[in-house]
């Protein structure tokens, strides 16, 4: 139980150009979603934090235009990258509470993010 | 604000060899403490987690930690290590506060397992 999963694993995208990225609870419905960023070699920055019919709460310097993050239902949150320019370029990985353990985190495979 | 260290940023261990990881968190309230493994190429995976009472814990893969509240720290330990445990190990806290709160992680430590 408690896997999460996100698409599309790899997207290789030009410069100025928008990407989806979708994360999905697959066995169990998530309150909350967070989305992180991950650069090589370093650990995790969280980027937002995101809540089933409500906006999502945007960390310090993350730009919440360039980065939009909609929880359209309690198994799905989607981070669109507008606008992409390569200092985008990132590991994007997202991360869901709920199920019988509310208070972990489950983890996604990530996604892989290269703008050219 | 929380805050995560790692103080070992790569270790290098023998097969057998034993080994500890240090985290420490600077946080004033109640936490719930996590350390992730993540594997070349795969994703992150909850190795083990605490939230309350005893306060040594064990994890998967014969993975253990030990919550000391007065040093702040949850240092992860096992007995002896394997080739299959080289990865990357991040320790995370988060708020206790009964329902999902966001992940401060440490900087991450590298392990690395000879034959």
């Known amino acids: 139980g408690a896997v999460v999963s996100q698409h599309p694993s790899r997207v290789i995208c030009k410069s100025g150009t928008s990407v989806k990225i979708e994360c999905r609870s697959l066995?169990?419905?998530?309150?909350?979603m967070f989305w992180y960023r991950q650069f090589p070699k370093q650990s995790l920055m969280l980027m937002a934090t995101?809540?089933?019919?409500?906006?999502?709460?945007?960390e310090q310097g993350v730009e919440k235009d360039k980065f939009l993050i909609n929880h359209a239902s309690l198994t799905l949150s989607t981070l669109t990258v507008t606008s992409a320019h390569p200092e985008d370029s990132s590991f994007y990985i997202c991360?869901?509470?709920?199920?019988?353990?509310?208070?972990?985190?489950?983890f996604g495979p990530g996604t892989r993010l290269t703008v050219l | 604000a929380q805050s995560v260290s790692q103080h070992n940023h790569h270790v290098i261990l023998s097969e057998a060899a034993s080994l500890e990881l240090g985290c420490n968190y600077s946080?004033?309230?109640?936490?719930?403490l996590f350390w992730y493994v993540q594997y070349p190429g795969q994703h992150l995976q909850l190795l083990l987690k605490?939230?309350?009472?005893?306060?040594l814990v064990k994890g998967i893969k014969g993975f253990e930690a030990e919550f000391i509240k007065s040093k702040f720290s949850f240092n992860l330990r096992k007995p002896s290590v394997q080739w299959s445990d080289t990865a990357e190990y991040f320790c995370a806290v988060n708020k206790n506060t009964g329902t999902a709160s966001k992940l401060t992680f440490g900087t991450g430590t590298r392990l690395q397992v000879t034959l």
């Open positions: 066995d169990f419905q998530a309150t909350t």
């Open positions: 991360s869901a509470n709920g199920g019988a353990s509310p208070t972990a985190q489950f």
């Open positions: 995101s809540n089933e019919g409500s906006k999502a709460t945007y």
């Open positions: 605490y939230f309350s009472g005893d306060p």
């Open positions: 946080y004033g309230g109640t936490v719930n």
